[in-house]
């Protein structure tokens, strides 16, 4: 939530700025701001709503500083509004900063600072912190960066909370200083010249050489130079990771928005994820996994897998893999329900954690939470060097290239792809399911041509978003891992049409959402399971005779007439979610196109959930 950007080289900063918020508007978009160090000073430009009217905004486009930090904000302490907008200064005007988190102890913060006569604009929690620097800075005795330095390192001790700030002091104008804490940033490395962000896409074009830095270090960013700070301001050194993302990855490339980029995408995700990890006919091969060995694996008596939204859904898919092939038990659980409900965890317990983006600040809380009770930690994440991917003892990463839109498709369908591919890896290891395991494999290796097929033929779902995209209530139903998928179709539905919508289990209609079934509802089921689909049948069949239109995604003969069937190919039971999420995926598109939504970034939604 929030993205930050920043820039500091010898081109005008302002476009760049600009830019980069326009990338990284799926992290918030309720408001915006930059400031430059201008030649009379810090120059600050910030306003209610989303970066175009950022840029309508008069005077901006005459900065003309080659230094400047920038903002676009998911509100949380403060209504949406110019004053509650970053950048935030001191009294003194000073300072400015952006910052993306929250500083849960902000308001004793404001009564230490009130007490020392600052007064405050905003109603942020934000603001305390260019006016703590102020108040170090004024009583520190060093001089030169080291004030500066002190300042910032005095004011981060002071801070409760999760915080990824830009920092520019008008008395340094050729400097910046960033730090992080549970909050994303990177810092791209160019030729005299550096860049800042929430996020690397975003700078992408840029740089593919980045820094990461690791809770409460600080850099101080010259044009040409950076210098690295561990909390206690001991020089540290780094260097810089080469991303191999291309930066045609972080556009639209033709498409109207990302989310229908990124659904068409998954193809070529499924095939970068399984890479050379599976080949049939030969045991898979997974170097991050070797720590996870036989005897490891044997002495386990659960796995717990944590994670929310949208990774939680593929979590459960993981659920009746790891179960199926390698006969461990699993729990799954929203992280933060885990986090809060002292877990039934321990060193016999294997935890892994699923994060697109790895910075989701539920995920990474239950990551520690697990550590901290003995338990040994995997990670599934899609960016390289991300948090959670720093805590965990093991991270094994999805390629599926960025994903941009706030709807999650393709890091979906990677994710239980890298999760039935973790689970042949375990059971291979434990002679589990020997030609469960080859059978399995073969059709993994088939997901992507029929992903191809399946987005080849799209017309049929068109033509039923267009009947339904004024509904006001929609049912999805599903047995077994197909509810699961019923779960997904009806969550992404519901982030990008606004639509209310529930899932539940087949056999559960009969136990109360029946009662909400009447002439023209539109009941949406997952039908993949061949030894479950009479029974199934049977389920639809009491919806249709209450008068319920239906859209079945299926990849079994039905001998049934119903509103619309899709059919996708047949693949194992198993991974079946990794097909039949995309008939729905692309439904929820189209109705969201249909009601002239903003499709990639959906009212109060974020794409990265860095705050609890
Ligand atoms: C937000 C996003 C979802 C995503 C979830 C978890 O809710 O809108 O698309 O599934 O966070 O994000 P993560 O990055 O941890 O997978």
């Not at 900063?13 to 400031?35: F, K």
């Not at 520019?168 to 549970?182: A, G």
């Not at 060193?347 to 338990?375: M, V, W, Y």
Request: proline share 3%; net charge neutral; charged share 25%.
């Amino acid at each position: 939530m929030c993205g930050i950007i920043g820039y500091i080289g010898n081109k005008k900063a302002e476009p760049i700025l600009i830019n980069g918020l326009l990338r990284l508007e799926y992290r918030g978009y309720d408001s915006a701001g930059i400031s430059t160090i201008e030649k009379n000073g810090l120059k600050t430009i910030k306003n209610k709503g989303r970066v175009s009217e950022l840029e309508k905004v008069s005077g901006i486009n005459d900065l003309t500083g080659t230094i400047g930090i920038g903002h676009t904000r998911w509100a949380t302490h403060g209504k949406p509004s110019s004053t509650n907008s970053h950048p935030h200064m001191d009294n003194s005007k000073k300072f400015a900063v952006v910052h993306n988190g929250i500083i849960e102890n902000y308001a004793d913060l404001k009564d230490f600072l009130k007490s020392q006569n600052y007064t405050f604009l905003s109603e942020t929690d934000t603001e305390v912190i260019p006016n703590l620097i102020h108040y170090y800075y004024q009583t520190s005795k060093n001089t030169g960066s080291k004030k500066l330095l002190e300042a910032v390192s005095n004011t981060i001790k002071m801070l409760k909370g999760s915080y990824a700030l830009e920092i520019l002091c008008s008395d340094f104008p050729d400097n910046m200083i960033v730090v992080r804490k549970d909050s994303p940033l990177v810092i791209g490395k160019g030729l005299n010249e550096n860049y800042i962000s929430s996020d690397i896409p975003a700078i992408l074009s840029f740089t593919k050489d980045f820094y990461l830095l690791n809770d409460n270090e600080l850099a101080f960013i010259s044009r040409d130079s950076i210098e690295f700070y561990d909390s206690n301001l001991n020089k540290i050194e780094k260097i810089p990771q080469n991303i191999t993302w291309n930066a045609g990855a972080a556009e639209k490339n033709g498409y109207p928005d990302f989310m229908l980029k990124e659904i068409n995408e998954q193809p070529m995700a499924i095939r970068e994820t399984i890479g050379s990890r599976i080949t049939s006919n030969s045991k898979s091969i997974i170097p991050d996994l070797d720590g996870l060995n036989k005897s490891y694996l044997s002495s386990i008596n659960k796995i717990s897998i944590v994670a929310c939204g949208t990774a939680m859904h593929a979590g459960l898919a993981g659920k009746t893999l790891f179960e199926t092939l390698c006969e461990i038990p699993v729990e799954v659980e929203a992280a933060s329900e885990f986090r809060y409900r002292n877990p039934l965890i321990n060193e016999k317990t294997l935890c892994i954690f699923i994060s697109q983006s790895g910075e989701t600040a539920d995920t990474i809380a239950a990551l520690k939470l697990a550590k901290s009770k003995g338990s040994k930690t995997l990670a599934i994440s899609n960016v390289i060097g991300s948090s959670i991917s720093r805590e965990a003892d093991f991270t094994i990463y999805t390629h599926a290239g960025p994903e941009i839109a706030v709807a999650s498709t393709k890091a979906y369908t990677s994710q239980i792809v890298l999760l039935a591919i973790i689970a042949i890896n375990f059971a291979e290891k434990l002679n589990l399911n020997k030609e469960k395991l080859e059978e399995l494999k073969k059709d993994i290796l088939l997901l992507p041509s029929q992903l191809e097929e399946i987005l080849g033929n799209i017309q049929n779902i068109k033509n039923f978003a267009q009947k339904i995209y004024k509904e006001k209530d929609i049912f999805f139903i599903g047995r077994g891992i197909d509810y699961t998928v019923a779960l997904e179709g009806s969550l992404k539905l519901k982030e990008i049409s606004y639509i209310h919508s529930e899932a539940y289990p087949s056999g559960e209609l009969k136990h109360g959402p029946i009662a909400l079934i009447e002439n023209d509802v539109t009941v949406i089921s997952i039908l993949t399971n061949r030894l479950l689909v009479e029974k199934s049948i049977s389920n639809i069949q009491e919806v249709v005779t209450r008068g319920a239109k239906t859209f079945i995604v299926t990849n079994q003969e039905l001998n049934h007439k119903f509103d619309e069937v899709i059919q996708i190919p047949k693949t194992n039971t198993l991974i079946s979610p990794v097909l039949s999420i995309v008939p729905l995926q692309l439904l929820s598109y189209y109705i969201s196109k249909e009601k002239g939504l903003d499709v990639d970034k959906p009212r109060n939604l974020a794409k990265s959930v860095t705050v609890e």
